[in-house]
């Protein structure tokens, strides 16, 4: 199983990213998916999940500005982010279980996100 990320990079407060995640070697369309982030000096953070039914769910912090969808036909998992502010400056990782969405098994190397004031 791989999970690859990708989109991360640099912008200002206020602007977009879209981070995608091409996953291989897995049920695409039965897993549960998710995005953690770590801020530097920080613990991990779950950001949001999708379960196979497409059940969303996100985190206080970023509920009305990241939007998670997936892409079944390109197995490919997103999470849009707007209205980035300096607080969402961290590494973030794909995340995939095929059973549950408690709990990930499968983790992707992260992509970072840095964002300016």
């Known amino acids: 199983v791989q999970l690859v990320e990708s989109g991360g990079g640099s912008v200002q407060t206020g602007g977009s990213l879209k981070l995608s995640c091409a996953v291989s070697g897995f049920s695409f369309s039965r897993g549960c998916y998710g995005w953690f982030r770590q801020a530097p000096g920080k613990g991990r953070e779950l950001v949001a999940t999708m379960g196979s039914i497409t059940a969303t769910t996100y985190a206080a912090s970023v509920k009305g500005r990241f939007f998670i969808s997936r892409d079944n036909t390109k197995n490919t998992l997103f999470l849009q982010m707007n209205r980035l502010q300096p607080d969402d400056t961290a590494l973030y990782y794909c995340?995939?279980?095929?059973?549950?969405?408690?709990?990930?098994?499968?983790w992707g190397q992260g992509t970072r996100v840095t964002v300016s004031s």
């Open positions: 995340v995939a279980d095929l059973n549950t969405c408690r709990s990930f098994t499968y």
